[in-house]
T-cell receptor
């Protein structure tokens, strides 16, 4: 099935560092969502974006909806050990069911 | 407010068997979507139910079927299980219709192993 291009695949950083990850699509989306998934659990919604160019923050997390509507970015500032996990981007092109298309995820490891 | 719940947590089946997975949507949500997540991959959309009707389907064969009940809970049925059906099955609930809210909230998933 279709998946978005998410990069990087994995990151290993020191506590306190900032992190950036991004997601691109060959199709236009009108919604971008960012999720975090811990082992053995379901994805947890972090940020939802609805408009091209929109910049939204949730604590130390900031995400942007790309102007072309084909990409999105997630930044984490001042990382802490509990930020460890897999981060997924997901896009929806609308229509009647707003199904989500996911990236393959970015595995984030934070070294205390 | 109760979140999305799924049962069972884990399940082991053999090839050719049938399985039913269950999901209770978050309070106030009328739409349930099902996703399959293979190891190391992002979730893949199976189908969605809105007001007890199938409302979109991904690239999955007909042996994947579902139901939604009047209380908006849902079932995913998989017949003639194959080894490749081994995955984490995720249910997500959302407010459908014209609300414009496209956020989907996921349950913890059911881990299905097919031997």
């Amino acid at each position: 099935g279709q998946q978005l291009n998410q990069s990087p695949q994995s990151m290993f950083i020191q506590e306190g560092e900032d992190v950036s990850m991004n997601c691109t699509s060959s199709s236009i989306f009108n919604t971008w969502l960012w999720y975090k998934q811990d082992p053995g659990e379901g994805p947890v919604l972090l940020i939802a974006l609805y408009k091209a160019g929109e910049l939204t923050s949730n604590g130390r997390l900031t995400a942007q909806f790309g102007i072309t509507r084909k990409d999105s970015f997630l930044n984490i500032s001042a990382s802490i050990p509990s930020d460890v996990g897999i981060y997924f981007c997901a896009g929806s092109s609308g229509g009647s069911n707003y199904k989500l298309t996911f990236g393959k995820g970015t595995l984030l490891t934070v070294n205390p | 407010e109760t979140g999305v719940t799924q049962s069972p947590t884990h399940l082991i089946k053999t090839r050719g068997q049938q399985v039913t997975l269950r999901c209770s949507s978050q309070s106030g949500h009328n739409t349930v979507s099902w996703y399959q997540q293979a190891l190391g991959q992002g979730p893949q959309f199976i189908f969605q139910y809105y007001r007890e009707e199938e409302n979109g389907r991904g690239n999955f064969p007909p042996r994947f079927s579902g139901l939604q009940f009047p209380n908006y809970s849902s079932e995913l049925d998989v017949n003639a299980l194959e080894l490749d059906d081994s995955a984490l099955y995720l249910c997500a609930s959302s407010q459908g219709g014209t609300s414009g809210l496209r956020e989907q909230f996921f349950g913890p998933g059911t881990r299905l192993t097919v031997l």
